[in-house]
């Protein structure tokens, strides 16, 4: 038995949410310790993430502050550290799958056992796709924890079958469709049972997805870590071209910060 299905011994439990470093850490960590003093059965340690779709604007906005303070996944794991010094409840990781991608699932999962982290959830993370991360769960004997929405209508079993520590039910903001339709008399309600509801191209974008080795070569040339070597060139100069491609065809392009770094860091790329 997980120490998280342990913590549901008695049939409830207790589970605070804190995002790390909203305010600060120092911070979180003394909520922390107040929230076990006073019952928590397991705690869930948020990361904090620049695009959280699956907050309200609470947690927007508690995002931003922290990241605005320097909260790194680094950092957060120090945290967590100091904490299990003293603090011996289930802890669960929450962020986003972009988060655990770029720090590499088995260095984050490894790392979660090491700091005897319980479980991770993984909000934007669908249930079809769960073997993303749970091969490292597995071997690293880290819940991955399903979540349930009101969306989820019969895919509930197969999900309940297969959940581990806890099911996370997603609340329905507004309530039933009748309490919707009372308080917005006015608005109009469309059935889209059977069809594919898509956001009507507010920021469409194409993300270009890297391999988990190349991710990490941009990571650890970025912040100065690794040395290059003329692999590591030829790749970057393809890479390069690749993106001035896109910029030319489409007209604009977001770079992420390690890139930007390497573009400025060495001669070859200051175009």
Same mark, same amino acid.
């Given at each position: ?46 990361? /904090? ?11 927007? +906005? &508690?995002?931003?502050?922290?990241? @605005? %303070? =320097? #909260? ?100 329905? /903001? ?11 008399? +006015? &608005?109009?309600?469309?059935?889209? @049972? %059977? =069809? #594919? ?75």
């Amino acid at each position: 038995m997980s120490n998280i299905a342990k913590a549901f011994e008695n049939g409830k439990a207790y589970m605070p949410f804190f995002i790390c470093g909203d305010p600060d850490l120092d911070t979180t960590a003394a909520a922390v310790r107040e929230a076990v003093k006073n019952g928590a059965s397991l705690i869930e340690l948020n990361i /904090p993430f620049s695009d959280p779709t699956a907050g309200d604007g609470n947690i927007q +906005e &508690a995002n931003i502050r922290a990241l @605005k %303070g =320097g #909260v790194t996944t680094d950092k957060i794991f120090d945290l967590i550290a100091e904490l299990r010094q003293d603090v011996a409840v289930p802890f669960v990781i929450s962020g986003y799958a972009n988060v655990v991608f770029s720090y590499g699932p088995d260095r984050f999962l490894k790392k979660c056992a090491e700091l005897s982290v319980d479980g991770l959830i993984v909000p934007d993370l669908p249930f079809e796709e769960r073997d993303e991360f749970l091969p490292w769960c597995e071997q690293y004997g880290v819940d991955l924890i399903c979540m349930v929405a009101a969306t989820s209508r019969e895919r509930v079993t197969a999900i309940a079958r297969e959940a581990k520590g806890f099911l996370y039910i997603m609340a329905c /903001p507004g309530g039933t469709t009748a309490e919707l339709r009372a308080k917005y008399p +006015e &608005a109009e309600f469309i059935d889209a @049972k %059977g =069809g #594919v509801i898509m956001p009507a191209f507010i920021n469409a974008h194409t993300c270009i997805l890297l391999d988990q080795r190349y991710s990490q070569i941009i990571r650890q040339i970025g912040q100065g870590t690794r040395s290059i070597n003329s692999t590591d060139v030829h790749f970057l100069q393809c890479l390069i071209q690749i993106l001035h491609q896109i910029q030319f065809k489409f007209g604009k392009l977001q770079i992420n910060s390690h890139t930007i770094q390497i573009l400025g860091r060495h001669p070859i790329y200051q175009r």
